[in-house]
């Protein structure tokens, strides 16, 4: 019984003595800090050193090997001969005439058709005036209209008729 006593005892205290609490500490002084100097002054001069430590450590940094860069190779274009224009026999020239005048009679009478039953046109008379008149506009706009190798004249025909608002 004298044995608990005294473990309880000496426990007791043990923990009545001990502290989860640390004493009190000094404050780390800054090697750099000067008492004579206000706070402005002391983060100033911090600041330039700061920087001037950076500017060393860029100037001491190692060297980068260079990239050695090749000139690109520059092509240069082979003069073209020019080319010997082709003589087309004029019944093909012919024939390719009237393969474009027939085709843009179908895309008027198609047109025509289209709006028959519409009342922008009072007649297929009016329609067809209407349909000239654009045929008239796009011999004037593309140059040689029937006699071209491309279907300029055709599709210029195709889309007014198209877009065709009276």
Do not use: W
Not at 17 to 29: A, D, F, N, R, V
Not at 97 to 123: G, H, P, V, W
């Amino acid at each position: 019984m004298q044995i608990s006593f005294f473990l309880i005892l000496l426990l007791l205290l043990g923990v009545s003595c001990s502290s989860s609490t640390p004493g009190p500490q000094l404050q780390k002084i800054d090697s750099l800090y000067r008492p004579s100097e206000s706070r402005e002054e002391y983060l100033r001069r911090m600041a330039l050193e700061r920087y001037r430590a950076l500017r060393m450590e860029y100037l001491n940094r190692p060297e980068k090997v260079k990239k050695v860069q090749y000139k690109k190779p520059v092509y240069k274009a082979q003069p073209k001969e020019n080319p010997v224009p082709v003589v087309e026999d004029p019944a093909v020239l012919l024939r390719r005439r009237e393969d474009r005048e027939a085709e843009i009679m179908q895309n008027i009478d198609l047109y025509c058709i289209k709006k028959q039953d519409s009342t922008e046109f009072n007649s297929a008379a009016e329609c067809r005036e209407f349909c000239t008149n654009i045929l008239l506009e796009c011999e004037s706009e593309v140059e040689n209209g029937f006699e071209r190798k491309d279907r300029s004249l055709v599709m210029c025909v195709k889309n007014r008729l198209s877009k065709a608002r009276i």
